[in-house]
């Protein structure tokens, strides 16, 4: 009920006292959290414990543990961005953000160090593809993990199960070949099922 109506059948109200009534019974502003499953697996908790004794025996040995996703696409050009930046004058903007007013999309490819805990990212213009994400983990390794890792002899690569990176798909395994032969060194790939690539650390 607007503040005008309360005064006009007696109520006399203010702000200050609506946030005091408001803390008093235990109401606090506080954002939504994304928590229950859409979905579920019958053997998660197996896969989760796989991967948990797979991540052990990596540590261990002191090989390289990574985590690697592509995260949302973004539209190039001068398109409204959520966030804030430090700037000595005002960013101007298109008063609309319709993808037709750009000039094609950028996709961001990360890939997490579980053990050093650095992070990578790599943006592209080619299809959300495993070819794809086979080179930009190509580009980590002789870029970064070669030298963090020099006695390494296997990579642990954590995954999401969906899209282009199921388990089930040919193309994925055809491309994760191809990148040991190019890089010389094995790669281990952990997918976690769907519904669960919350826990995905990247």
Request: charged letters at 20%; aromatic letters at 12%; a positive charge.
């Amino acid at each position: 009920m607007a503040f005008h109506v309360l005064k006009s059948v007696g109520f006399i109200i203010s702000l200050p006292l609506v946030s005091k009534l408001l803390k008093k019974h235990g109401y606090v502003k506080l954002t939504a959290q994304k928590k229950p499953t859409i979905g579920t697996n019958k053997n998660r908790n197996s896969q989760f414990a796989n991967i948990a004794i797979l991540d052990t025996q990596y540590r261990q040995v002191g090989n390289p543990i990574s985590s690697f996703d592509t995260k949302k696409k973004e539209v190039l050009g001068n398109l409204y961005r959520p966030g804030t930046l430090y700037t000595t004058e005002h960013v101007i903007t298109l008063d609309q953000d319709f993808w037709s007013l750009g000039y094609g999309k950028v996709m961001t490819h990360g890939i997490y160090d579980c053990q050093k805990n650095r992070g990578y990212v790599t943006l592209g213009n080619s299809k959300d593809t495993s070819e794809f994400a086979c080179k930009f983990i190509k580009h980590w390794w002789d870029n970064y993990g070669k030298a963090a890792y020099p006695n390494a002899n296997s990579i642990l690569a954590k995954c999401d199960g969906g899209g282009r990176n199921n388990a089930n798909h040919y193309i994925l395994k055809q491309n994760s070949q191809k990148l040991v032969d190019e890089i010389g060194i094995e790669l281990r790939i952990a997918h976690y099922f769907s519904f669960v690539t919350k826990y995905n650390f990247i």
